[in-house]
């Protein structure tokens, strides 16, 4: 079957289509009923179906006879070390962890925090939560204690699992003191905290609180996995929004698990056997879908890769990396390619691995460059897919299916509507524009399986940010165009998400943060672009008087701030003093005109301003501070 019918099977008979994939994964009691609506208003695929994602990622393959296939690949270039793990040692590992939960009191329904490194021991802890239907909630390594409290508070775990430590670069991220201090900033208190000690000569104090992760693994006894509903959530998964409050992304099980199913065969043209890797980190949906559930699901082998793109040693270590373990399918964000093509702008790291296993190249995250996309595409000599896709949706909805048919790659547009997706370019008023004409990015309800079910504890924000801005369409919050094959070219974000090295960032809960400081009137935070991260966040701000104390180290206190906060990974480095922000006559910043002059892109100034002489003062400062364009 060619793309167009496939898509248009999947528009014009949704369950017989999904009904379909949701054969193609085993089920404790195959569902009846494919698509139905819940007390919220809002679809729900298989309601009736009972499985377990922790068995159709193991126990199913071990069942057909696969138990010696590795399952994973842990290579850690900034640990020296790699380890092989077959689906039978998967078992035992992901099955004693589930019966050490267990004996803990973890239940069905129970949610359980993974802040953990890219360690084999944060995919176990995931796949042990889904195992006995704990909910899991991973949170990125790269977030201080401050945010890690914020979804202590929300999601209320029983328990937190951690490690004793990271290892970023060269560089040792002790994770138990982040852990204690999170806990010590939030309201609720788990009972325990499980510590996975790398036995890397990190120490740490040992609180009641605390047990041993090899301790409690060894002394449990193996448990089977309990069926659940496949409307029962998998995971909780926070992620950026546009107030300081982080949103949880609730996933459920047996749409998430035949959508992950179909888009391995059917995007990624990858195949039972074959090796996947997915170069991103277990705490982004790319991680949860890509290292861990969908490659383990279609019992491929999953690199899962402790390490960064350069430096780890060099821009050579992906091509290694795939050269050796006959890495088949591979998928990492733009900035990572130009990270590489940086250091290595000729490619000779790529010409000196043979990469002949290798046959796509897939990328998203984050904007694709033209020149990023070319460069890999003459380097690598296999086809580059950009393809588009949320936190939100989980998998990938703006695609080139290269497991459907093999179609022309438009430089710059993230491909076709992938199936299930009905994408629609809508105007302010709603209305679908015409060709080329840019607008916001929508999905035609109801969504494909797969895609956020709710969020976690907040059904009222879900419907306000997603739902009710055009009624019957999914919101994502991306402008975009579409050309008159239909593909599709994303712009970026219409709110005030930024994009950092791939990483999703908010401005507004920056902003939140910066607005504190005692010197500071007022301010503005904003993405510009960056050569590298693709954006890379900018406060400006207005002192409250120059003669002001506080006014000393404002800027340094500000960057302290916000890594404090936020993160380290906010790359939140840049804050320049202003005398006053452009404003519109109502009051509203205009950060979009502050973004364009530094980027130094064409802008019209706004009907709507207060005062344009502010531009002129605003352009001084980008010139003495060499800000954005203006560093040359
Ligand atoms: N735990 C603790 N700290 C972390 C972390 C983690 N898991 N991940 C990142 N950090 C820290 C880094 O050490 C760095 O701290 P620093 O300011 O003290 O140097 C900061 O967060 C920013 O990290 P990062 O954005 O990774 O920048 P970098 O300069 O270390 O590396 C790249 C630059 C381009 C190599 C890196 O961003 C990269 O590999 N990008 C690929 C993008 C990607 O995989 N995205 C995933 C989504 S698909
Ligand atoms: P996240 O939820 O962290 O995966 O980030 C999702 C956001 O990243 C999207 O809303 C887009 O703004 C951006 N994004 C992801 N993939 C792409 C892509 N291929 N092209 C453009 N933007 C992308």
Redesign the pocket.
Known sequence: MNYKDHHKESMESPEKFWGKQAANIGWYTPPKTILSIDEHDYNQWFEDGVLNLSYLCIDKHIEDGYGAQNAIIYESPVTQTKQFITYDKLYQEVAKLAGALSDLGVKKGDTVIIYM?MIPEATYAMLACTRIGAIHSVV???FAPHELAIRIDDCKPKLIITASN?V??K?I?EYKPLVDQAIALSHHQPNNVIIFDRKQGVTYETLARDLDYTSIVKAADIMDPIPVESTHPSYILYTSGTTGKPKGIIRDTGGYATALKYSMENIYDTHPGDVFWA???V??V?GHSYIVYAPLINRNTTILFEG???KTPDASTFWRIIAEHKVKVMF??P??IR?IKKEDPNGAFIKAYDLSSLTHQFL??ERCDVTTLNWAKEQLNVPVIDHWWQTESGWPMIANMMGIEDLPVKPGSAGLPVGGYDIKILNDEGEVVATNEPGYVAVKLPLPPGCLSNLWGNPERFKAGYLERFPGYYFSGDGGYMDSDGYIYITGRVDDIIN????RLSTAEMEEIVATHPAVAECAVFGIHCD??GQTPLGLIVLKSEKNPYNKNVKQEIINSIRHEIG??A?FKSVAIVKRLPKTRSGKTLRKLLRQIADQNDYQTPSTIDDSSIITEIEEVYKSEKIGKYKI
């Open positions: 490194p990125f390594g790269g990271g970023e670069i560089k991220i170069a991103s980190d705490g982004w790319v960064k793109p350069i990492t964000a900035t990572a990270a998203a995250g950092v090295a791939g990483h590298l991260k380290p990974v790359s």
